[in-house]
Protein backbone atom coordinates (compact mmCIF):
# COMPACT_ATOMS: atom_id res chain seq x y z
CA UNK A 1 0.00 0.00 0.00
CA UNK A 2 1.70 3.39 -0.84
CA UNK A 3 2.17 6.23 1.67
CA UNK A 4 -0.93 8.57 1.77
CA UNK A 5 0.41 12.51 1.95
CA UNK A 6 -1.28 14.45 4.36
CA UNK A 7 -0.89 17.93 4.75
CA UNK A 8 -1.98 19.26 8.47
CA UNK A 9 -2.55 23.19 8.31
CA UNK A 10 -3.05 24.54 11.74
CA UNK A 11 -0.73 23.28 14.53
CA UNK A 12 -2.57 24.39 18.09
CA UNK A 13 -3.10 21.07 20.53
CA UNK A 14 -5.40 19.86 17.95
CA UNK A 15 -4.04 19.94 15.08
CA UNK A 16 -0.55 19.08 16.56
CA UNK A 17 -2.15 15.79 17.81
CA UNK A 18 -3.19 14.75 14.58
CA UNK A 19 0.56 14.98 13.21
CA UNK A 20 1.67 12.89 16.12
CA UNK A 21 -0.65 10.51 15.69
CA UNK A 22 -0.22 10.25 11.68
CA UNK A 23 3.88 10.08 12.08
CA UNK A 24 3.08 6.40 14.30
CA UNK A 25 0.82 5.71 10.75
CA UNK A 26 3.71 5.65 7.95
CA UNK A 27 1.97 8.66 6.47
CA UNK A 28 4.03 11.65 4.40
CA UNK A 29 2.69 14.81 6.73
CA UNK A 30 3.53 17.97 5.50
CA UNK A 31 3.06 20.61 8.86
CA UNK A 32 1.58 23.95 8.29
CA UNK A 33 1.50 26.98 10.51
CA UNK A 34 2.12 30.73 10.83
CA UNK A 35 3.95 30.38 14.49
CA UNK A 36 7.77 29.26 13.99
CA UNK A 37 7.25 27.69 17.74
CA UNK A 38 5.27 25.22 16.47
CA UNK A 39 6.19 24.38 13.47
CA UNK A 40 9.42 23.44 15.14
CA UNK A 41 7.66 21.44 17.70
CA UNK A 42 5.77 19.43 14.78
CA UNK A 43 9.11 18.48 12.89
CA UNK A 44 10.11 15.66 14.87
CA UNK A 45 6.94 14.11 13.65
CA UNK A 46 6.81 15.32 10.37
CA UNK A 47 8.08 14.37 7.00
CA UNK A 48 8.16 18.41 7.03
CA UNK A 49 7.22 20.96 8.29
CA UNK A 50 6.72 24.73 6.82
CA UNK A 51 6.05 28.09 8.67
CA UNK A 52 3.24 29.71 6.41
CA UNK A 53 0.46 32.49 6.10
CA UNK A 54 -2.23 31.01 4.31
CA UNK A 55 -3.11 34.37 2.97
CA UNK A 56 0.21 34.45 1.48
CA UNK A 57 -0.85 32.34 -2.11
CA UNK A 58 2.06 32.32 -4.35
CA UNK A 59 3.93 30.57 -1.05
CA UNK A 60 1.39 27.92 -0.18
CA UNK A 61 1.21 27.32 -4.16
CA UNK A 62 4.94 26.77 -4.13
CA UNK A 63 3.77 23.91 -1.84
CA UNK A 64 3.14 20.93 -4.43
CA UNK A 65 -0.41 20.60 -3.21
CA UNK A 66 -1.70 18.93 -5.14
CA UNK A 67 0.30 16.15 -4.94
CA UNK A 68 -1.77 15.07 -1.48
CA UNK A 69 -4.11 12.66 -0.35
CA UNK A 70 -5.76 14.58 2.49
CA UNK A 71 -5.61 17.64 3.63
CA UNK A 72 -6.91 18.45 7.64
CA UNK A 73 -7.30 22.55 8.57
CA UNK A 74 -7.94 22.86 12.46
CA UNK A 75 -7.43 26.96 11.66
CA UNK A 76 -9.60 28.68 14.00
CA UNK A 77 -10.25 31.56 12.06
CA UNK A 78 -12.78 31.07 9.71
CA UNK A 79 -11.90 33.22 7.17
CA UNK A 80 -8.52 31.64 6.64
CA UNK A 81 -9.83 28.06 7.52
CA UNK A 82 -12.45 28.59 4.21
CA UNK A 83 -9.79 30.50 2.30
CA UNK A 84 -7.20 27.14 2.79
CA UNK A 85 -10.35 25.21 1.70
CA UNK A 86 -11.23 26.11 -1.44
CA UNK A 87 -7.47 26.63 -2.39
CA UNK A 88 -6.87 23.13 -1.72
CA UNK A 89 -10.13 21.89 -3.51
CA UNK A 90 -8.64 24.45 -6.59
CA UNK A 91 -5.50 22.64 -6.36
CA UNK A 92 -6.89 19.10 -6.45
CA UNK A 93 -6.77 17.51 -3.00
CA UNK A 94 -9.45 14.83 -2.88
CA UNK A 95 -10.40 14.75 0.36
CA UNK A 96 -10.47 18.10 2.57
CA UNK A 97 -11.34 17.47 6.42
CA UNK A 98 -11.70 20.66 8.42
CA UNK A 99 -12.72 21.64 11.97
CA UNK A 100 -15.19 23.91 12.17
CA UNK A 101 -15.57 26.34 14.69
CA UNK A 102 -19.00 26.85 14.76
CA UNK A 103 -22.48 25.95 12.96
CA UNK A 104 -22.07 28.93 10.37
CA UNK A 105 -18.40 28.08 9.87
CA UNK A 106 -19.87 24.25 8.98
CA UNK A 107 -22.74 25.74 6.81
CA UNK A 108 -20.66 27.62 4.25
CA UNK A 109 -17.84 24.60 4.21
CA UNK A 110 -21.26 22.49 3.35
CA UNK A 111 -21.55 24.85 0.93
CA UNK A 112 -18.09 24.35 -0.93
CA UNK A 113 -18.48 22.41 -4.51
Known amino acids: ?6 LVLGLKTFGMSI ?14 DKNMDRVVEADEYATQSVQIDTRDTDKMNSL ?7 AIIT ?7 IM ?8 GISKIIVKSINTMHRKILEKQP
Open 1 to 6: MAKKHI
Open 19 to 32: VKQLSKYNCEVLAL
Open 64 to 70: SLNSFDV
Open 75 to 81: LENVEES
Open 84 to 91: AAMLFQEE
